[in-house]
Nanobody
Framework: QVQLVESGGGLVQAGGSLRLSCAAS????????MGWFRRAPGKEREFVAA??????SYADSVKGRFTISRDNAKNTVYLQMNSLKPEDTAVYYC???????????????WGQGTQVTVSS
């Protein structure tokens, strides 16, 4: 069982930056692929980024602006978000699963989400 708790969301102006954190419980954190997804108002949840022991993957919409990283010693995964745009406004969710995938069905554990709002 893995419990995930996100933090770091907030209100930021367009062009600004935020860093999201996701703290995980459990002794096997390092064995999981960790993903970030987001759900904007009125839209489906969508893949943002994911990281495992052998690499990372990003949605085209965030490539070059967002960076995912993890600190296995702290059981934490991060999402550094730069050059934020109003269309990045969403609830951001952290997820854990066996492999990197853009399909949210491939993740077994989810956090409660953290709101990111980007003003124009």
């Amino acid at each position: 069982q893995v419990q995930l708790v996100e933090s770091g969301g907030g209100l930021v102006q367009a062009g600004g930056s935020l860093r999201l954190s996701c703290a995980a419980s459990g002794r096997t954190f390092g064995s999981y692929a960790m993903g970030w997804f987001r759900r904007a108002p009125g839209k489906e949840r969508e893949f943002v980024a994911a990281i495992s022991w052998n690499g990372a993957s990003y949605a085209d919409s965030v490539k070059g602006r967002f960076t995912i990283s993890r600190d296995n010693a702290k059981n934490t995964v991060y999402l550094q978000m730069n050059s934020l745009k109003p269309e990045d406004t969403a609830v951001y969710y952290c997820a854990a699963g066996p492999l990197i995938t853009t399909d949210d069905g491939g993740y077994n554990y989810w956090g409660q989400g953290t709101q990111v709002t980007v003003s124009s």
